[in-house]
């Protein structure tokens, strides 16, 4: 990518972190110093444009999603926070929060064995492409005013995602915060389904078409609570802006 346009869309992009004003955010789809993106951190680099000191990103696997990659394994740093000095280039999900975060958790999620055809833009048309899954992941943030915050990004093979969410729901009791209230889900869970995704004890928090955030036709990202009640949720909805091929969600509870 020219350096211009590398200069381009960090200006789009602190423009947006800017714009959203928000004290925690979930990073999908980002890239730890891989080379088709400039080498950079990309999670530190919302932290800096934010001015927030705490952050952390979860490879789901190593190396770059459109060249040879591999799982991750126990001589990686599964977890690398504002605190790691790790330079092996890697490819996951993140959050950066304002709010000081008294501990980071991080919950391994096998991929699907199966991959599936999807379409992409080719020349101005949409071309099928067989696509295989990679390993996914969830990370976890206890924030000292008690919150339990958890970013995801699941598979796109149906059913496969349904049962990462699963996981990642009975995770979240598992860490210390027992305040249902104060526990909250977040992330691209690419199930297209509200009903689905809360099952019968969760609660969504915002609704709202999310993706292709061009022309949004159905939501695949989500805020789930069990504790929460919507009504003390304020949704704001973002136009489309070029930066990401999914609209932000964002929510302030009150």
Same mark, same amino acid.
């Given at each position: 990518?020219?350096?211009?346009?590398?200069?381009?869309?960090?200006?789009?992009?602190?423009?947006?972190i800017s714009h959203l004003d928000s004290d925690v955010i979930g990073l999908q789809e980002v890239d730890y110093f891989l080379a088709r993106s400039g080498n950079h951190n990309q999670v530190a680099n919302?932290?800096?444009?934010?001015?927030?000191?705490? *952050?952390?990103?979860? /490879?789901s696997l190593m190396g770059s999603p459109d060249e040879d990659w591999r799982n991750p394994d126990h001589n990686?740093?599964?977890?690398?926070?504002?605190?790691?000095?790790?330079?092996?280039p890697g490819y996951g999900i993140g959050i950066v929060s304002k709010i000081p975060v008294l501990s980071w958790h991080r919950l391994d999620l096998k991929g699907s064995p199966? !991959?599936?055809?999807?379409?992409? /833009?080719v020349d101005g048309k949409l071309k =099928?492409?067989? %696509?295989?899954?990679?390993?996914?992941?969830? %990370? !976890?943030?206890?924030?000292?005013? !008690? *919150?339990? %915050?958890?970013?995801?990004?699941l598979s796109f093979v /149906?059913?496969?995602?349904?049962?990462?969410?699963?996981?990642?729901? =009975? *995770?979240?009791?598992?860490?210390?915060? =027992?305040?249902?209230?104060?526990?909250v889900i977040m992330g691209d869970l690419n199930i297209p389904f509200v009903r689905i995704v809360k099952g019968f004890t969760w609660k969504s928090l915002a609704t709202q078409k999310t993706f /292709?955030? *061009? !022309?949004?036709k159905v939501q695949i990202d989500y805020f789930l609570s069990q504790g929460v009640h919507p009504g003390d949720v304020v949704h704001t909805a973002?136009?489309?802006?070029?930066?990401?091929?999914?609209?932000?969600?964002?929510?302030? %509870?009150?």
């Open positions: 990518m020219p350096p211009d346009k590398n200069a381009d869309n960090a200006a789009l992009l602190e423009a947006e919302v932290a800096d444009m934010m001015s927030a000191a705490h *952050w952390a990103f979860a /490879p990686d740093d599964k977890l690398i926070t504002e605190k790691s000095d790790v330079s092996l199966v !991959g599936v055809m999807m379409a992409f /833009p =099928r492409f067989y %696509v295989r899954d990679h390993p996914r992941s969830a %990370v !976890g943030a206890i924030l000292d005013n !008690g *919150w339990l %915050v958890i970013n995801t990004h /149906p059913f496969f995602n349904l049962v990462q969410l699963i996981k990642i729901k =009975r *995770w979240s009791h598992t860490l210390g915060v =027992r305040d249902k209230s104060k526990i /292709p955030s *061009w !022309g949004p973002y136009p489309h802006s070029g930066m990401s091929d999914h609209l932000p969600l964002q929510i302030e %509870v009150n």
